[in-house]
């Protein structure tokens, strides 16, 4: 029994790492896929986005940030090593999390070079903090078309409808109770959120909600809320009370920034291996429905085995099981979702 909890804590792990890996991969390339109608309200954004992406990714290397919440290169040594780390024993984030993390930074300097952008520790702050203030006057103008256009985007991306996503800009992202801290340092990670995504009950029917302080921020955050939904169809064979244990244990703000910092990179292997033909939600959709070993043994293929993956991805969902279509992502049925929604 314990061993079963363990494999459906380490699956919720892993699902969360897709999930934070699709919101910050969205982060770095959807202005690009809206360039046009970007440019439309302000030359300047597109440009502004890509750096204020950059920044976002390589803060977590930045000393000042590694001193407060630790080093990634020690954090995921740690994770190979220490029985007492949170990762240590998990298939995938204890083996790759710090190969992700050090590819994905290195890719990120590399941006840094095309963008204009000299993030050396002394101008890091300086210069994140002057993207802000060009970002929020560049953006003033046009918020009610930038709300419109981040729905839009994810909207398009996951075949879900409009009036299933509720966006929001606002200055402050104000979290209530809507994700506890354990820890110092959670309560630190909390005082510092810029965005918000996640799925909300709405009379009858469930709705992905985003809020952020800029418009890449809420695309990324209506990204990672439609991710979550999709997900849910991994939890719905699970017991109520296995449910909460694998809350309790999986779903920890904690664990966030450190799921950010490899988890674009983690994507991106894996959208590698997709077919082009079938639809992003519902492949998705049916990664969260595997047995947890696997779906630990395709993902670990996805990211060291690209070319076995990716026969394994095609025949993913294919067969016995449903294809996945949009009407299935888009209305998922409440009492399949079990306790999820209780």
Not at 31 to 53: F, I, K, M, S, T
């Amino acid at each position: 029994m314990k061993e079963k909890l363990r494999d459906e804590i380490n699956k919720r792990l892993t699902l969360n790492w897709l999930i934070q890996g699709a919101a910050q991969h969205a982060g770095m390339t959807f202005h690009h896929l809206v360039r046009d109608e970007l440019n439309a309200l302000d030359p300047g954004l597109v440009l502004l986005y890509d750096q204020y992406a950059l920044t976002n990714l390589l803060q977590y290397w930045h000393p000042g940030v590694a001193a407060l919440f630790g080093s990634p290169s020690w954090f995921w040594w740690r994770a190979k090593m220490s029985p007492l780390h949170p990762f240590f024993g998990h298939p995938l984030l204890s083996k790759f999390g710090g190969i992700l993390a050090k590819t994905g930074r290195q890719r990120g300097l590399e941006r840094c070079k095309e963008k204009n952008l000299a993030l050396t520790p002394k101008r890091f702050v300086r210069e994140q903090q002057g993207i802000k203030a060009r970002l929020r006057r560049a953006e003033s103008p046009h918020r009610a078309r930038l709300v419109k256009l981040a729905k839009h985007s994810a909207s398009t991306v996951w075949g879900i409808p409009l009036e299933r996503l509720d966006g929001e800009l606002t200055d402050k992202v104000v979290l209530g109770d809507l994700i506890p801290a354990r820890t110092g340092q959670g309560r630190l990670s909390r005082s510092t959120v810029v965005g918000y995504g996640g799925v909300v009950q709405q009379g009858d029917g469930l709705v992905v909600i985003g809020k952020g302080t800029n418009w890449q921020l809420l695309t990324k955050e209506l990204v990672k809320g439609t991710a979550e939904l999709i997900c849910l169809h991994g939890l719905n064979t699970l017991s109520d009370e296995t449910y909460e244990k694998v809350m309790d244990a999986a779903d920890h703000i904690e664990f966030e920034r450190w799921m950010l910092q490899t988890g674009g990179e983690l994507w991106r292997r894996v959208l590698a291996v997709i077919p082009d033909d079938r639809p992003l939600a519902g492949l998705l959709m049916h990664l969260a429905r595997l047995p947890p070993k696997r779906l630990q043994s395709l993902i670990a293929a996805a990211i060291e085995q690209p070319e076995l993956a990716r026969p394994l991805f095609d025949e993913l969902g294919r067969g016995g099981e449903a294809s996945g279509t949009h009407s299935d992502i888009e209305s998922p049925n409440q009492d399949d979702l079990g306790p999820a929604l209780l």
